[in-house]
Protein backbone atom coordinates (compact mmCIF):
# COMPACT_ATOMS: atom_id res chain seq x y z
CA UNK A 1 0.00 0.00 0.00
CA UNK A 2 1.33 3.48 -0.99
CA UNK A 3 0.94 6.63 1.19
CA UNK A 4 -1.08 8.35 -2.45
CA UNK A 5 -3.63 5.21 -1.42
CA UNK A 6 -3.96 5.77 1.91
CA UNK A 7 -4.48 9.46 1.94
CA UNK A 8 -6.96 9.12 -1.10
CA UNK A 9 -9.18 6.30 1.19
CA UNK A 10 -8.94 9.09 3.83
CA UNK A 11 -10.30 11.63 1.31
CA UNK A 12 -12.89 9.67 0.39
CA UNK A 13 -13.99 8.61 3.47
CA UNK A 14 -14.10 12.69 4.77
CA UNK A 15 -15.75 13.84 1.95
CA UNK A 16 -18.46 10.86 2.63
CA UNK A 17 -18.70 12.20 6.55
CA UNK A 18 -18.86 15.44 5.17
CA UNK A 19 -15.93 16.66 6.41
CA UNK A 20 -12.91 18.89 4.57
CA UNK A 21 -9.92 17.61 6.04
CA UNK A 22 -7.21 19.81 5.42
CA UNK A 23 -8.38 21.82 2.41
CA UNK A 24 -10.36 24.43 4.03
CA UNK A 25 -13.97 25.01 5.08
CA UNK A 26 -15.47 26.60 2.48
CA UNK A 27 -16.91 25.33 -0.71
CA UNK A 28 -16.13 28.10 -4.19
CA UNK A 29 -19.61 28.80 -3.78
CA UNK A 30 -19.84 29.36 -0.09
CA UNK A 31 -16.79 31.55 -0.70
CA UNK A 32 -18.53 33.26 -3.78
CA UNK A 33 -21.77 34.21 -1.63
CA UNK A 34 -19.45 35.97 1.03
CA UNK A 35 -17.78 38.22 -1.34
CA UNK A 36 -20.91 39.24 -2.59
CA UNK A 37 -22.46 39.67 0.71
CA UNK A 38 -19.02 41.61 1.77
CA UNK A 39 -19.27 43.94 -1.55
CA UNK A 40 -22.69 44.47 -0.56
CA UNK A 41 -21.64 45.47 3.04
CA UNK A 42 -19.37 47.92 1.65
CA UNK A 43 -21.26 49.28 -1.11
CA UNK A 44 -23.75 50.26 1.97
CA UNK A 45 -20.73 51.81 4.33
CA UNK A 46 -19.86 53.83 1.68
CA UNK A 47 -23.41 55.24 0.72
CA UNK A 48 -23.35 55.94 4.87
CA UNK A 49 -19.67 56.95 5.07
CA UNK A 50 -21.00 59.65 2.53
CA UNK A 51 -24.31 61.20 4.35
CA UNK A 52 -22.09 60.75 7.80
CA UNK A 53 -19.79 63.66 5.52
CA UNK A 54 -22.72 65.82 4.76
CA UNK A 55 -24.33 65.42 8.39
CA UNK A 56 -21.21 66.38 9.58
CA UNK A 57 -20.99 69.47 7.15
CA UNK A 58 -24.27 70.95 8.31
CA UNK A 59 -22.97 70.76 11.81
CA UNK A 60 -20.37 72.18 10.82
CA UNK A 61 -21.92 75.32 9.15
CA UNK A 62 -24.98 75.08 11.71
CA UNK A 63 -21.46 75.61 14.75
CA UNK A 64 -20.37 78.53 13.16
CA UNK A 65 -23.31 79.99 12.12
CA UNK A 66 -24.70 80.00 16.04
CA UNK A 67 -20.78 81.26 16.98
CA UNK A 68 -20.83 83.91 14.97
CA UNK A 69 -24.30 84.92 16.05
CA UNK A 70 -23.00 84.77 19.41
CA UNK A 71 -20.41 87.67 19.11
Same mark, same amino acid.
Given at each position: ? +???? #????? @??????? =??????? !?? +? *????????? @? #???? !? =? @??? $???????????? #? @?? *? *? *???? $??? $?
Amino acid at each position: M +TGES #LRSWV @RQDDEQA =GRDHGRG !NQ +T *AESRDEELA @R #LRAE !N =G @RLR $KAEKEWELEREI #L @RR *A *A *AYFA $KGM $K
